[in-house]
């Protein structure tokens, strides 16, 4: 069993940054996938980033390629996301996963385990 709790999230103008955190409890965290997604009202789940147990594969949505890096530190039990350059467009509700398969990270059905999730506001 795996617990997520996700931290970071508020409110930013365009053009600003934020780091979201993904603290995981249990001893397995580092042979774990880990992604990220998000969900505007009104929309379905969306994969943002997606990171491999060895951190030797990381994968992004166009939508924020070059602008978002995924990481993690296997030693804190910790997976982040740098968001920069923020738009309207990128407000939602992000939530972390761990999968135990770090293939076809794109999918939120390979993940098994999921956070609450944490608000991020972008006004414009």
């Known amino acids: 069993q795996v617990q997520l709790v996700e931290s970071g999230g508020g409110l930013v103008q365009t053009g600003g940054s934020l780091r979201l955190s993904c603290a995981a409890s249990?001893?397995?965290?580092?042979?774990?996938?880990m992604g990220w997604f998000r969900q505007a009202p009104g929309k379905g789940r969306e994969f943002v980033a997606g990171?491999?147990?060895?951190?030797?594969?990381?994968d992004y949505a166009d939508s924020v390629k070059g602008r978002f890096t995924i990481s993690r530190d296997n030693a804190k039990n910790t997976v982040y996301l740098q968001m920069n350059s923020l738009k309207p467009e990128d407000t939602a509700v992000y939530h972390c996963?761990?999968?135990?398969?770090?293939?076809?990270?794109?999918?939120?059905?390979?993940?098994?385990?999921w956070g609450q999730g944490t608000q991020v506001t972008v006004s414009s």
């Open positions: 990171i491999s147990w060895n951190i030797i594969s990381t």
């Open positions: 996963a761990a999968a135990r398969s770090s293939q076809r990270m794109t999918i939120a059905a390979t993940y098994d385990y």
């Open positions: 249990g001893r397995t965290f580092s042979t774990y996938g």
